[in-house]
């Protein structure tokens, strides 16, 4: 029993298992858990669509999309803490650059007004989504490591 307490729970992004839940054009991530894994509901498909425009994290951060986000990672939270009440490691997976998944990289840019091309860029930052999850789980004292998968070259988050 002891070898089983110490199963590593990987917590996902839902598009790293779905990736039909991904914004069109986007590239398709792949990511095989190793071993017992928790896929995460995606905030933005529920919450926008699947015929959503690509967004940014300052067009996400608003108090509807973040109470949004707090009820769906809700029951999740329970699950978490009772996995980590037994000594299971939890390890949250994100995605890089996601405006609400990302964990060590996010997204800025787009300030509004008629639709336009925009450009957007990749900032150091948690995606609302992970800042929500994270902060919860903190609350609660479950501890928890965090990666994202997708990242880009440092010169491309202008972090060189």
Avoid at 6 to 15: D, G, P, Q, S
Avoid at 28 to 43: E, K, N, R, T, V
Avoid at 45 to 70: E, I, M
């Amino acid at each position: 029993m002891e070898e089983l307490s110490r199963i590593e729970v990987e917590v996902l992004a839902h598009c790293l298992l779905n990736p039909y839940t991904r914004v069109k054009g986007l590239a398709h991530l792949c990511y095989s858990p190793a071993g017992a894994a928790i896929q995460l509901p995606c905030p933005e498909a529920l919450y926008l669509g699947l015929s959503r425009w690509a967004v940014t994290r300052n067009q996400l951060d608003l108090p509807g999309f973040r109470r949004f986000c707090r009820k769906l990672i809700e029951p999740y939270a329970d699950l978490l803490a009772m996995l980590a009440a037994e000594g299971k490691r939890i390890r949250i997976v994100g995605v890089a650059g996601s405006p609400s998944c990302g964990i060590d990289t996010t997204s800025a840019g787009y300030d509004g007004g008629r639709v336009r091309e925009c450009e957007h860029r990749h900032i150091c930052g948690r995606g609302i989504f992970m800042e929500e999850l994270t902060a919860e789980l903190e609350r609660r004292g479950v501890e928890f490591t965090c990666r994202e998968v997708g990242q880009k070259a440092a010169s491309e988050f202008g972090m060189d």
